[in-house]
């Protein structure tokens, strides 16, 4: 019986081996074979001659990322535009679900969450054209000036209002569905609590700043975490899909400027020495979060 057993065990495990192969596959040949180009960012090269016949140049292309006025410029806009979306991303959706907790009309809160939660699903590319459509020059916000008196407002060919269409685009994009997770964690709070508090005389705005809050520090710690890797991620699909000549100056980040550099203009090493740069950043950032939220929260990931 006991071989019997084994044999059973030794035949599941081999299914489910089996069962999760496509995934490895797909996972080797377009996340590990790829990582083969990264030679490229050390590198003069030329397509004709392939990885192994250009010339090595060390760290020529990480040296010259900041000298480019275009890198540098990239660069910055990418730091505010993602710290500012992580920052938001984080807030906005706690404030919403703190404020839909308080909802006691259930079907009121589920119709209004369903609404919210809905532009997730939508692509950058759909959204992107219908942001362009309601702010063009015959779109709803200008004929609504017009109709004010008052001059047309391009406001996706500003530089000055462009970074700030962009982050605020992204939040109410997602604050709907990241408010899911903060709703799901309010689930785990035990009803007690708010009745010992309400007995002893405590209002609503005490209840959840003493327990909901606190009941929520794990989860917000657990956010802030994994958000620190996509500090230099400010959204390339948004991005690419928003912005025009007129707002490079603000709107360029680091992930438009390497398929300008690489695709467009073909300069390879130098964009793969950018994209490089970028993850290694985000590689070390992801690792010291992780650090501080085990050492200083008790919270670990994994």
């Known amino acids: 019986m006991k071989k019997k057993k084994r ?6 495990s081999f299914h489910y081996t089996l069962m999760v192969l496509p995934g490895y596959i797909w996972l080797f040949l377009f996340s590990i074979v790829p990582m083969v180009g990264i ?18 140049v060390g760290l020529k292309w990480f040296e010259y990322l900041w000298v480019i006025p275009d890198a540098k410029r990239a660069l910055w806009n990418t730091l505010v535009i993602a710290v500012s979306k992580v920052i938001l991303n984080i807030i906005v959706p706690l404030i919403f679900a703190l404020l839909l907790n308080e909802v006691k009309n259930m079907k009121f809160k589920k119709t209004v969450q369903t609404i919210v939660y809905l532009p997730h699903f939508v692509s950058w590319v759909i959204l992107a054209n219908i942001i362009s459509n309601i702010l063009g020059s ?13 001059d047309k407002l391009l406001l996706m060919t ?14 109410w994009k997602e604050f709907g569905y990241n408010a899911v997770i903060y709703l799901a964690a309010l ?15 405590a209002g609503r705005w005490k209840r959840m700043w003493h327990i909901t809050l606190p009941g ?19 959204g390339f699909d948004q991005v690419f899909n928003m912005y025009n000549q007129l707002v490079m ?10 398929y300008r550099v690489g695709i467009t203009n073909m300069q390879f090493s130098l964009a793969t020495a950018a994209g490089l740069f970028k993850s290694v950043v985000s590689f070390v950032l992801v690792v010291v979060s992780y650090t501080l939220a085990y050492k200083f929260a008790d919270y670990s990931i994994f």
């Open 158 to 171: 500003i530089p000055e209002t462009f970074k700030g269409l962009v982050i605020g685009t992204d939040v």
């Open 187 to 201: 689930t785990g709070i035990s009803p007690n609590l708010y009745e010992a508090a309400a007995i002893d005389g």
């Open 216 to 234: 929520l520090i794990p989860t917000v710690v657990l956010l802030c975490t994994l958000a620190m890797g996509n500090v230099l991620n400010a």
């Open 7 to 12: 044999s059973i065990g030794k035949s599941n």
């Open 138 to 150: 015959n779109g709803i916000f200008n004929t609504v000036r017009t109709a004010l008196g008052m």
């Open 249 to 258: 100056e603000t709107g360029d980040i680091l992930d438009t400027y390497v």
């Open 39 to 56: 030679v490229m960012a050390f590198q003069d090269y030329n397509p004709s001659k392939g990885w192994f016949g250009s010339k090595w």
